[in-house]
């Protein structure tokens, strides 16, 4: 075979489709996961952070209650009315977004306590902030998905999820 001024650049041409090929089919199974799958995964994952914070509260009370009057500081609320409403916020959200019940409330919930967060107690830790309230936005936006009570409450009630 003779070699002719234009075969090298064919080759590289074709030697790159296969890798395009390749790059679109691995776009093509990311396409593939289902959204029910990606809406669990970010509920177990939100829940799973505020139920433990609220865990940790709950497990050392008079703790709990020195950090919101020392160190949290949040103004216009009393410590011993905000502990126990951030407190009754992360469980009660953390329950509702793991098992999929009211869920786009209890994002909303958390929404509000991460902002709280990050505006008034660590402003500097944004970046984890953001982590949390994009799980949050997806789950608020897209609701629980069907692997969810909200899902099967829309069938028995015959509204769509």
């Known amino acids: ?12 041409l074709t030697s790159g489709h296969g890798l395009i090929d390749r790059y679109r089919a691995a776009l093509g199974l990311a396409d593939r996961i289902p959204l029910s799958l ?3 995964t970010a509920r177990v994952a939100v829940a799973h952070v505020f139920w433990q914070s609220a865990q940790t509260k709950l497990a050392s009370w008079p703790v709990t209650l020195q950090l919101f009057a020392f160190e949290y500081q949040l103004p216009l609320i009393d410590p011993s009315i905000a502990a126990p409403l951030a407190t009754a ?8 977004i793991f098992f999929g019940l009211f869920t786009r409330l209890g994002a909303l919930m958390l929404l509000g306590v991460v902002a709280t967060i990050q505006i008034f107690v660590y402003p500097g830790h944004w970046a984890e902030h953001l982590m949390w309230a994009a799980l949050l936005f997806l789950v608020f ?4 998905g069907v692997v969810s009570l909200d899902y099967l409450a829309s069938r028995l009630f015959g509204r769509g999820a």
């Not at 916020?89 to 509702?96: R, T, Y």
């Not at 936006?141 to 629980?144: I, K, L, N, V």
Request: charged share 10%; hydrophobic share 50%; aromatic share 0%.
């Open 89 to 96: 916020a992360e469980l009660g959200g953390a329950l509702m």
């Open 38 to 40: 990606v809406q669990l």
């Open 1 to 12: 075979m003779t070699m002719t001024p234009h075969m090298p650049q064919r080759m590289a």
């Open 141 to 144: 936006a897209r609701g629980a």
